[in-house]
């Protein structure tokens, strides 16, 4: 068997190519119009409305703009839904600039801290290059919005509104990375020659100085006491003064967060199902909770979502968004691109093995706010509050359906009361550390 690509083997690819019409005309379509757009479906929409059986109502559609913090507007999402309902309002946003802030001071603390545990590690080490690879992007999970709520609370967005900064995250998140790979550097360096580890953690502290000054700088200093004063449905004015961001979070969305847990789906070779699982090196508050999920069936995540829905509350949400999605009628459909038709191949591998393989992670975090139940009462398809604006998808929504959710759906939040005694006790077992690299450590 040849080993090369010879001419001779060209000469064979391409009449073999030739002599099938189907693709001269796929040539001649994908090269002037592109593989999506030659590709798509126009059946796949029939059928599949932005209607649903089960429908929970929002206030306006957010916009995270140019930043990655997706988790971190879903979550938000989630408890202002709490806020417009319990106080008949008509809009109401909380601050994601201010959570945005202290994400990212505790996630440098979190990385000097991470440095600091692992200064005999070789700098060539995969840890010690997986540490460096991004010390504080904009992406994360549930627990670290839960660890952020919790340590500092929460303010509405007119408290501290966007900036630039917030809203455009690139410019102010390369800043920072060059500056803790600076004190990454200087901290191994300094080990290296013999400084005591006394006088490396007085230098970090004022590296943290340092960061905290950027961040004010991009972002404002985060308020301390603030007034809440907002108008209701029924032209109800309510004010509430000097109130400290715990104490807003306290009084008016007051949800016990420790109540939540999460559940993924990922049907990989070396993650049973029904074990509790966490991250080495993944967080972001030092002394907060860890990142736990426990690994369960796709029908597991589907039945909690739709009881939480069905009781008046929305559910976050973690999946990998860009797979066969129609972003302008934000459909999440199998069955929106005919892409093995259009060129003559199957693509064959499992949920379990893209991720296995890289083709295939959490990379996008959203709420659901709806379900359609057929009259069995199973799902067929899932409405989808997304944060990407309202002129995304259909009005800022999008439609799920319910194969596209077994294979690309990894995690959902709900809380404890909608799950068996036996999930539960599953999560709070002792949990199985996986890599930092690991798939299902991947950031939203």
Same mark, same amino acid.
């Given at each position: 068997?040849?080993?090369?690509?010879?001419?001779?083997?060209?000469?064979?690819?391409?009449?073999?190519?030739?002599?099938?019409?189907?693709?001269?005309?796929?040539?001649?379509?994908?090269?002037?119009?592109?593989?999506?757009?030659?590709?798509?479906? /126009?059946?796949?929409?029939?059928?599949?409305?932005?209607?649903?059986?089960?429908?929970? *109502?929002?206030?306006?559609?957010?916009?995270?703009?140019?930043?990655?913090?997706?988790?971190?507007?879903?979550?938000?999402?989630?408890?202002?839904?709490?806020?417009?309902?319990?106080?008949?309002?008509?809009?109401?946003?909380?601050?994601?600039?201010?959570?945005?802030?202290?994400?990212?001071?505790?996630?440098?603390?979190?990385?000097?801290?991470?440095?600091?545990?692992?200064?005999?590690?070789?700098?060539?080490? @995969?840890?010690?290059?997986?540490?460096?690879?991004?010390?504080?992007?904009?992406?994360?999970?549930? *627990?670290?919005?839960?660890?952020?709520?919790?340590? /500092?609370?929460?303010?509405?967005?007119?408290?501290?509104?966007?900036?630039?900064?917030?809203?455009?995250?690139?410019?102010?998140?390369?800043?920072?990375?060059?500056?803790?790979?600076?004190?990454?550097?200087?901290?191994?360096?300094?080990?290296?020659?013999?400084?005591?580890?006394?006088?490396?953690?007085?230098?970090?502290?004022?590296?943290?100085?340092?960061? /905290?000054?950027?961040?004010?700088?991009?972002?404002?200093?985060?308020?301390?006491?603030?007034?809440?004063?907002?108008?209701?449905?029924?032209?109800?004015?309510?004010?509430?003064?000097?109130?400290?961001?715990?104490?807003?979070?306290?009084?008016?969305?007051?949800?016990?967060?420790?109540?939540?847990?999460?559940?993924?789906?990922?049907?990989?070779?070396?993650?049973?199902?029904? =074990?509790?699982?966490?991250?080495?090196?993944?967080?972001?508050?030092?002394?907060? @909770?860890?990142?736990?999920?426990?690994?369960?069936?796709?029908?597991?995540?589907?039945?909690?979502?739709?009881?939480?829905?069905?009781?008046?509350?929305?559910?976050?949400?973690?999946?990998?968004?860009?797979?066969?999605?129609?972003?302008?009628?934000?459909?999440? *459909?199998?069955?929106?691109?005919?892409?093995?038709?259009?060129?003559?191949?199957?693509?064959?591998?499992?949920?379990?093995?893209?991720?296995?393989?890289?083709?295939?992670?959490?990379?996008?975090?959203?709420?659901?706010?709806?379900?359609?139940?057929?009259?069995?009462?199973?799902?067929? =398809?899932?409405?989808?509050?997304?944060?990407?604006?309202?002129?995304?998808?259909?009005?800022?929504?999008?439609?799920?359906? *319910?194969?596209?959710?077994?294979? /690309?759906?990894?995690?959902?939040?709900?809380?404890?009361?909608?799950?068996?005694?036996?999930?539960?006790?599953?999560?709070?077992?002792?949990?199985?550390?996986?890599?930092?690299?690991?798939?299902?450590?991947?950031?939203?």
């Amino acid at each position: 068997m040849e080993v090369m690509i010879t001419n001779e083997k060209l000469q064979q690819f391409e009449t073999r190519f030739d002599a099938d019409r189907a693709n001269r005309i796929a040539m001649n379509a994908v090269t002037a119009n592109g593989v999506l757009k030659t590709a798509q479906n /126009y059946q796949a929409e029939r059928g599949n409305a932005h209607e649903f059986s089960v429908r929970l *109502d929002q206030g306006e559609i957010t916009n995270q703009q140019k930043s990655g913090r997706c988790w971190m507007f879903a979550a938000l999402n989630v408890l202002r839904y709490h806020v417009i309902h319990e106080m008949n309002l008509e809009e109401f946003q909380l601050s994601q600039s201010y959570t945005l802030f202290y994400d990212k001071l505790e996630k440098a603390n979190y990385f000097l801290e991470s440095i600091l545990e692992t200064l005999d590690e070789e700098t060539d080490s @995969r840890l010690i290059a997986h540490l460096l690879s991004a010390p504080l992007n904009d992406g994360g999970q549930w *627990d670290m919005i839960c660890n952020l709520i919790e340590k /500092y609370g929460l303010v509405p967005q007119s408290a501290m509104p966007e900036t630039v900064s917030s809203s455009a995250t690139g410019e102010m998140v390369q800043l920072l990375t060059e500056k803790l790979r600076e004190y990454a550097c200087i901290l191994r360096r300094e080990h290296r020659e013999g400084k005591p580890e006394e006088e490396l953690r007085k230098e970090k502290e004022e590296m943290m100085e340092e960061v /905290y000054d950027i961040l004010c700088i991009c972002l404002g200093k985060p308020p301390k006491t603030f007034d809440f004063e907002i108008r209701d449905k029924d032209k109800n004015f309510h004010r509430d003064t000097n109130l400290t961001p715990k104490a807003f979070y306290e009084k008016y969305i007051h949800l016990d967060l420790s109540e939540y847990i999460s559940l993924i789906n990922a049907p990989t070779s070396d993650k049973p199902f029904h =074990r509790s699982y966490s991250v080495k090196f993944l967080g972001n508050v030092k002394e907060g @909770r860890e990142v736990r999920y426990v690994n369960v069936e796709s029908e597991v995540l589907k039945k909690a979502a739709i009881a939480q829905m069905q009781d008046g509350s929305p559910v976050w949400f973690g999946c990998d968004v860009g797979k066969e999605l129609s972003r302008e009628d934000g459909r999440m *459909d199998l069955a929106n691109y005919g892409k093995e038709e259009l060129f003559h191949t199957k693509f064959t591998m499992t949920k379990g093995e893209r991720v296995e393989y890289g083709q295939s992670l959490m990379t996008h975090a959203m709420v659901f706010m709806g379900v359609n139940l057929d009259e069995e009462g199973r799902p067929n =398809r899932w409405r989808v509050e997304n944060s990407w604006g309202k002129d995304s998808g259909k009005d800022g929504y999008y439609m799920m359906t *319910d194969e596209w959710f077994d294979e /690309y759906m990894y995690q959902i939040v709900v809380n404890k009361k909608y799950l068996p005694e036996e999930i539960i006790r599953e999560y709070e077992s002792e949990p199985i550390l996986l890599e930092p690299w690991d798939p299902m450590g991947s950031l939203a």
